[in-house]
């Protein structure tokens, strides 16, 4: 029987917030959206001025033992010897801009960079992808020197001012990155953007589709958004990742 | 050696619908054709003014003791502090109005979801999808302040209304829904829409596909709900599903 | 370590016969090739007036004992209450025209039913799939009253007909007929005629796509089918279902 | 917790070089960039004038008892009844040409296979696949009798001669051969050449994309070929090729 404790929203101490992470990086790579790159971060619920993220590994096999604590200039809390990710501070510069996101996801769906070569702004099509109702914002600013990464706090802050207030930005032959008021929802908005591409590519090859209105997009949103329809994706994510990652163990 | 016991038709009474219920949540998410969201139920055998269906939980992880049993007003009638579906109502209406209806699916494949927001109408361009010859009904009457989900009874109705007599009907950048005068022929007109609606749209993309006509239309459409063939898809969907989920017990 | 034994050509007698018909049924369900449809047959060797197939269920899930022997008109030869496959005349009725045929295959990969109800020619642009470098004979004069299945003496004859002396046949929404000199080149040419409707689709959607001229195709397939490339494949083939269906166990 | 271990660059010795392409035909096998067909290759890191590579089986199932040495004329230096693989001269003749070269992969991938047919270039559109900036050389030159084949020694050294100093050649109608400074290279420019032939094709039938300027393809491969990038990914591809595949016990 599906067990709904483990959906619980918010973590209250960091040592929840490390778990959460943990089930972020299994579940999307266990979905497919994330593969040897790509990376996932959850704000300290203790110390607002941190977030949590794994060492440079792939996600498929981060554990707890592999999280590290950085701050908002990309600094490495955790005494440790381990390599953090390059690009952990596109996850700084937006944990310090925007105080309303607790978690953030930034990977290279193959759908995404498509759509983000021609220039094509992803826009919901499916009432389940409701959130991306307002064309997400467009980044090709690359700092030259840096291989298209995201890896100065220069370019980490100009690609948070691009954000702005939106759900997530898609970085032209790159990828995306996508935010969440809580782990659950930016779990959810990374699978469901990656889907929401797939289904408006499909429509393109061959029309026109007829994009979600404001208002739609605004009420399917809240819906998808709430206790009952987060929580239900959230046990449905952990429950497969535990199923096809038996070392996953707590 | 495959086990024919499996097929049984019709269930004989409530205890038969609710296996045969549970194996359609699982047959749907181990076929691609149900994952996080969508829903299936199975009218009472023993009390045709019911219906069972699972809890607000993803199909994939359905069991027994997940299962309810709601009225055709969308009433939960068995003692439970469980949370059902919000779009039970869509069961609801089409048990009402079609009494020849014996499981309803409501889902959400991609394929579908494309072709929905172009008005593309779905019709068989395969035999073995020959059943939907006719093209399907199309609903883009959503009620304001429902984020495009059929939650009240007067929306209900009116997507009963839309389905007419038909086998089922698409929703704009929403899903399906699909009927059966029988579980098998709910689960095998759900994951043959989804097929059919891929071979159209690979179709589509390089030319004008010959439709089946109408004859032959209704000539595949018998050949694939007898119990040959018929019984023949159940059995294999249920062992694959049983191979899959070894937490499935019966 | 691979055992090589594994590849052994034409079977030497009717046991061996039918455990090829086995693992031909395995492995092209295993491949993706087919699903709950679909069926293979294999000449017996001790009488070249019969075959092997399986009683009508899902090639996945076929073992030795769901295995008949079946004469030239389609009827039952051994003694059982199995239930034969509806279109087992397809295959008495190319055994009857083709004396060089010891293997045949029927099914509906998703790829060739797109491309059939269009119309569009099937013909190799891959070196690998080069044996269909003259494209496929196409079938589309369906019996009326049958389904679009071919389940008559008579209709089975215009089939074999149809083919000719070809490699196999496409069927206009339905899928497609392929034979073989033994049961390895059936089940590669099964395969792929997959790959290269694949293949050529996805050009197509793009161009015109440059097709193996009939010298590198004639050359191609004498290389395909060398012991050496045919008994790769197949022992690849066989480890695969073997490693994924432990339930197969001979 | 994974074992950074796992990554060591290039191999010390004739051991280490032969587990390193075990490696990289079942780490190909799982990524689905190799399947029945398809070879690897690496240069003997003790005598440069001889590389090692699997008989022919099917990479997938290759281990190290499977792996023989063979010289730049194409001989097999192994004491062995085993049979190698017919296109062994592509690896002899580049190892011979390219010095930098210390292995060598040849495969069919779907989506290059499709590009090739139509002769459009394969070119980076993606920041992680940006090894690819400058469009691959194309071969269709191919030499009659041979089936499509490079079995010669002549052809061998004309496909090398085609290859220049570019990371990789597309053949028409055939695929791909990829080179590497070490075997980790090798086999990320194996899996992001298909990766990025994906990402290409479905920006194409959409539009024209916007391709890696030179310069940010200088940048990415620096960036990719860092052992921080590269050996993430090669350790991410162990450990799911030794996840997936328990009979690779070292």
């Known amino acids: 029987m599906l067990n709904f404790k483990q959906y619980e929203g918010l973590p209250k101490n960091a040592s929840e917030a490390i778990e959460q992470c943990v089930l972020a990086?299994?579940?999307?790579?266990?979905?497919g959206v994330l593969d040897g790159f790509g990376h996932v971060s959850v704000r300290n619920p203790e110390n607002s001025k941190t977030f949590f993220q794994a060492r440079s590994i792939a996600p498929?096999?981060?554990?707890?033992?592999?999280?590290?604590?950085?701050?908002?200039?990309?600094?490495?809390v955790t005494n440790t010897n381990f390599r953090a990710y390059g690009e952990r501070i596109i996850h700084a510069s937006i944990y310090k801009y925007r105080t309303d996101v607790q978690a953030v996801f930034h990977g290279h769906p193959t759908e995404i960079i498509?759509?983000?070569?021609?220039?094509?702004?992803?826009?919901?099509?499916?009432?389940?992808?409701?959130?991306?109702?307002?064309?997400l914002p467009f980044y090709?600013?690359?700092?030259?020197?840096?291989?298209?990464?995201?890896?100065?706090?220069?370019?980490g802050d100009r690609v948070a001012r691009t954000l702005g207030n939106a759900l997530g930005l898609v970085m032209r032959g790159h990828g995306c990155t996508v935010v969440g008021a809580n782990v659950q929802q930016m779990v959810m908005n990374a699978i469901f953007l990656r889907d929401n591409a797939?289904?408006?590519?499909?429509?393109?090859?061959?029309?026109?589709?007829k994009y979600l209105s404001?208002?739609?997009?605004?009420?399917?949103?809240?819906a998808q958004y709430s206790e009952n329809s987060l929580?239900?994706?959230?046990?449905?994510?952990?429950?497969?990742?535990?199923?096809?990652m038996p070392d996953l163990n707590f």
Do not use: H
């Open 60 to 76: 498929e096999f981060v554990n707890k033992e592999d999280i590290l604590e950085i701050d908002l200039e990309g600094n490495i």
């Open 114 to 135: 498509a759509l983000s070569c021609l220039n094509i702004p992803i826009r919901s099509v499916a009432q389940y992808c409701g959130m991306f109702y307002e064309p």
């Open 231 to 244: 929580g239900r994706c959230w046990n449905y994510w952990v429950a497969r990742a535990k199923k096809a």
């Open 25 to 31: 990086n299994r579940i999307l790579a266990n979905e």
């Open 198 to 209: 797939k289904i408006q590519y499909l429509a393109l090859a061959l029309g026109e589709p």
């Open 214 to 222: 404001e208002q739609e997009g605004r009420e399917t949103t809240k």
């Open 140 to 155: 090709d600013d690359y700092e030259p020197g840096c291989g298209m990464l995201i890896v100065t706090q220069k370019e």
